[in-house]
């Protein structure tokens, strides 16, 4: 027999893991793998999780309420904890949306390039599209970048096409540039690779919670209640 209010293999699955710790982890993703911007958001979403859940056991056995009182406090509980995740999710987009704009305006600002050095920039970019045509091009790009801070920063304003590359890999190397020679603009970048796979972690957990906590028929039968 189940311990929550909503039996079936699907919603006693996801009850079980979510009253826990690691499972609420999974769900929501670990606050201390995530930087200071929205590790508190993600600790508390999950603690609002746990916490409810809990309660939803509890309701099982109140004695105090039927078996629709019960689904219908269940409901409450729902909505309450739909409405945290809901926040947390909208904190971590922020967040993103924050990181992607500061991390993409230190790295251009780092890699700036100056009007009076024109002349040397455009020979830098033929050279660039010579190699590119190569079988060991990238590897001497690399080493090019690595170790000229102007070929790095004539490499990060360009674009792809213009050197006939792959974009997987220009992007790939325009990224170890920046780890190398803007590294605070490389953390913010980093931390949105993880930050953008959470939202729809949460969407999901969002979307379990709603059918995992109570059964909506019964919760609506509370309506039906005849006040004396």
Not at 33 to 45: D, K, R
Not at 160 to 185: C, D
């Amino acid at each position: 027999m189940s311990i929550y209010l909503v039996e079936g293999p699907q919603a006693e699955t996801f009850m079980t893991m979510a009253a826990t710790e690691t499972g609420s982890k999974a769900m929501l993703g670990d606050p201390e793998q995530f930087e200071a911007g929205v590790g508190p958001n993600i600790a508390q979403a999950a603690i609002t999780l746990r916490d409810n859940v809990a309660k939803v056991a509890a309701l099982k056995t109140d004695e105090t309420r039927t078996l629709v009182q019960q689904h219908e406090a269940a409901a409450i509980l729902s909505e309450r904890t739909v409405q945290a995740l809901e926040k947390a999710k909208t904190a971590i987009s922020e967040r993103a949306e924050y990181l992607t704009q500061a991390g993409q305006e230190e790295a251009a600002a780092v890699f700036e390039l100056a009007p009076s050095r024109r002349f040397v920039h455009e020979k830098i970019l033929e050279h660039f599209v010579g190699l590119a045509g190569k079988a060991e091009g990238l590897m001497l790009m690399r080493q090019i970048i690595r170790t000229d801070a102007e070929a790095a920063a004539v490499f990060f304003n360009t674009k792809p096409y213009l050197l006939n590359m792959n974009a997987e890999n220009f992007h790939k190397i325009r990224f170890e540039a920046v780890e190398q020679y803007a590294p605070k603009a490389w953390e913010k970048m980093t931390a949105v690779v993880k930050l953008v796979e959470l939202p729809a972690k949460y969407d999901r957990t969002i979307q379990a919670v709603k059918g995992s906590f109570h059964n909506p028929t019964l919760a609506a039968r509370a309506k039906s209640r005849v006040e004396v």
